[in-house]
Every structure is written in C-alpha cells, then in structure tokens.
C-alpha cells in the first residue's frame, strides 16, 4: 500500500527556536496534505491543507505565521514552527492523498513536539 | 457543518467477547466513511473504508457498513483480541479522488483484557 513518511518522530527544541517536521509521500504523488495535531487523550485537529505549488489553507483559529506550511514538490510538504513555545508541545501528524493513493488517505507516523 | 460522533470509551472487553463501536455523521453530499486505528505511540492506520451506501468494509476481522438511512458507520468485530487495544477513530471525507480533508470522531479507546 501507499506509504507515507514522516521525520523527525520525536524532537526537543528550546523555547523560541523553530523546527521543522516533513512529511513525504513514498510511492505517490500527494497533489494534497494534510497536518494534523492531536492533544493527548483527544482527536485529531485539522490545521491546514496543503496543495503542490500553492500557499496552504489553514484552518480557522490556526496562525499561518506561527505554523508555516510549505508543499514544494508532489512528494513533499513540511511544517515549520516558528518560535515555539511550550504550548506548542503536541502530536503532529501528516496525511496525503493524490495520484496513486486511491481515494485513499494515509497518515504519517507522526510527530511528538516537546518544546522546553 | 460535516462532523463525526463517536460512542465514548473507554471501552473495555475481555478476550473473545464481541465489539461495537457506534459511529455517527452528519454530512452534505455523499461522503466517505474510514475507520483508523492508533495504536499507543503510533499514527494512525487505515482499518477500513467504505465509499458508498450500503457498503460494507472489512479487515482483520473488523467490518462496517456505511448505512445512509441512520448516517451511521459503526464498527464491529466478533472477537477481539488483546492485540486489538488501541484508539479508533471514525472519519468521514468529503473530497474527490484526489483526497479530502477528514474529519474526525474524538476517538474510543479500546482495552482488552486477557
């Protein structure tokens, strides 16, 4: 089945700093993806979608300065957090579907933020 | 708006016994309906879809039918094992063939018990 990676699977980072998390679609071309967050104990909040050579849509209640979304090529998108803080701290989690995927949606591993 | 509701968890079962998880929507047009599974420390995985009424998914054991006429997806699944213990979440999808955003139940967590 289709494949879809995502890197870093845990990563720290200090107050302030930004990090960036991609997400890469294996043996498919995501024409669309999809970031995720997810609280502990709770569901998966849509943040934004992301389409091949176009700016993201974001959600509303989500800032795009904060959560920079960047979808280059058909294979890769990544998110940025800009001058994280500790409430940033979350599970984020990719999707894509596209060319290939059959109507089909698959998920990334994931990402665990901790942000000190 | 589109939106899932699922029965709340936790769900605990004993080895063998049979499994409900009641999925609900509300959705305009006709969407796709997933079940994914999330096991602890991992993403998610697809469990199962169904694209159209009447239609029935199915793997590792676990089926729903997408019934159009109580907008419901609800999961089931003769006997469980303790291996089935994780987060389910149900999701509807109203995108074309080239993937939609999903919308998603707030999960039941599952805990079975030798």
């Known amino acids: 089945g289709a494949v879809v990676s995502q890197h870093p699977s845990r990563v720290i980072c200090k107050s302030g700093t930004s990090v960036k998390i991609e997400c890469r679609s294996l043996d498919f071309q995501a024409t669309t993806m999809f970031w995720y967050r997810q609280f502990p104990k709770q569901s998966l909040m849509l943040m934004a979608t992301s389409n091949e050579g176009s700016k993201a849509t974001y959600e509303q209640g989500v800032e795009k300065d904060k959560f920079l979304i960047n979808h280059a090529s058909l294979t890769l998108s990544t998110l940025t957090v800009t001058s994280a803080h500790p409430e940033d701290s979350s599970f984020y989690i990719c999707?894509?579907?596209?060319?290939?995927?059959?109507?089909?949606?698959?998920f990334g591993e994931g990402s665990w933020l901790t942000v000190v | 708006g589109n939106s899932v509701t699922q029965m709340e968890g936790p769900v605990t079962l004993s080895e063998e016994a049979f499994l409900t998880i009641n999925c609900t929507y509300t959705?305009?047009?006709?969407?796709?309906l997933f079940w994914y599974v999330q096991y602890p420390g991992e993403g998610l995985q697809l469990l199962l879809k169904?694209?159209?009424?009447?239609d029935k998914g199915s793997n590792k054991g676990f089926e729903a039918t997408y019934r159009k006429e109580t907008t419901s997806f609800h999961l089931e699944k003769g006997s469980v094992q303790v291996s089935d213990s994780a987060v389910y979440f149900c999701a509807l999808s109203t995108g074309n063939n080239q993937g939609g955003k999903l919308i998603f139940g707030q999960g039941t967590e599952l805990s079975v018990k030798p």
């Open positions: 959705a305009t047009g006709y969407p796709s």
């Open positions: 169904a694209t159209k009424a009447d």
């Open positions: 999707s894509a579907g596209g060319q290939g995927s059959g109507n089909t949606i698959y």
